[in-house]
């Protein structure tokens, strides 16, 4: 979670520009291919980091001192309490057909919560925790709410064969994905071995780093999946690259990501807020760590998907707000999931980049976490991140 501006309007519903970022509703645009390169093996983090990063990235000059936070008063808000539909029901041993050895199983600790441990290019900034999975869950029954219920939006056909999801998580995108294509062979892959025990007999786990050389076979899938994979990817040209390998021609290749930025059409989230401080530190420490934040921002996706070679490339834009704040009922409801995403483990979120990465004091990132609590919990504040879906075939 698995799984990094443009105005935009208030969210709505009906047809919006053609703008990738200034979208509410889909937008779809088309762009050429370009021929394929050969697949590499991804770059280390810290290599990969000073050849990807672009150059208008914040520096820490943007991102305010620990300090300024535990000075900070936390001042009370009108507290966002329209949101019970939040608190519904949102879905719900290991599995692996790859050996598992003990060093896969031991993982890594920081301030108690668990996170996959440095094997190869493996680094990850999420847990990989109960609290973690929980989230995860949460954010899977959003990305259905946000598609209207679909789990994919790539013209895939209905007796689809070979599948595979990368970074799967949890696992719960393949089982529902495996549940409703039950003729369908599919294989979801992570680096740490989390996701359960019963599953569809149609699905199997695999542990796999997605940074290194892919251990498929050319031309094996008929479609392969990724879903919030921002800060995980220490190479997106060799990732895609790996992945145009790894298509069957005709197949398809998607993925979802979204941007870490929160962003407001009124002003209420400013630069040295709370949200908007978070925004900073994840983009700078994504040029420290060597994996960037700004899938959305750089285009990472449609870029990636084109220098590869994959053709039709189809790029939808939707605007996701965060609390209960939007007055229409389905983005009401959205907004609640979104919030309830951050607020189910916040910390799991903020822990690794905050402390590893740039170096705060676990009693410095509790006081900020205060402070982004009670942001998000002010009704004043009209926050909303950018979610992109982009999808290509592989020519037949």
Known sequence: MADKKRTTPAPEVGPSSPTPASATTPETTQSPAAPAQSPTTAQSPTAAAAATEPAHTSTDSDILPAQHWQNAPIEEAEFDDDD???????????????????????????????????????????????????????????????????????????????????????????????????????????????????????????????????????????????????GSIADWGAFYREAFRCCKPGGYLEDHSNSVKFDSDDGSVTPDSPMGQWTKVFWEGGRKFGRSFRVVEDSL???????????????????????????????????????????????????????????WKPDEIQVFIAHLRRQLNDKAVHAWYQHR????????
């Open 301 to 359: 996706q449609e870029k990636g998907m084109r220098e590869a070679g994959f053709v039709d490339i189809v790029v939808r834009d939707f605007k996701c707000p965060i609390g209960a704040w939007p007055k229409d009922k389905r983005l009401k409801e959205l907004g609640s999931f979104a919030k309830l995403v951050l607020e189910s483990d916040m910390e799991g979120y903020i822990l690794y980049m905050w402390s590893a990465v740039m170096g």
């Open 84 to 230: 019970e539909d939040a608190d519904s029901a949102f879905g719900g041993g290991t599995d692996s057909t790859a050996s598992l050895s003990e060093s896969i199983l031991n993982f890594r600790n920081l301030h108690g919560r668990t996170y996959h441990s440095d094997i190869g290019a493996a680094a990850a900034w999420t847990p990989n925790d109960e609290s973690q999975a929980e989230s995860m869950d949460i954010h899977h029954h959003m990305c259905t709410l946000l598609l209207d219920g679909k789990l994919f939006l790539a013209p895939i056909p209905d007796d689809v064969q070979k599948v595979i999801d990368i970074g799967t998580g949890t696992g719960i995108w393949a089982i529902d994905f495996a549940d409703t294509y039950p003729a369908a062979n599919v294989i979801a892959t992570d680096v740490s071995p989390v996701q359960p025990n019963w599953v569809p007999p149609n699905l199997s786990f695999e542990i796999d780093d997605a940074n290194q050389e892919w251990t498929f076979k050319d031309n094996t899938f008929d479609y392969i999946h990724l879903r919030a994979m921002f």
């Open 389 to 396: 879906v982009v999808y290509g075939r592989k020519p037949a």
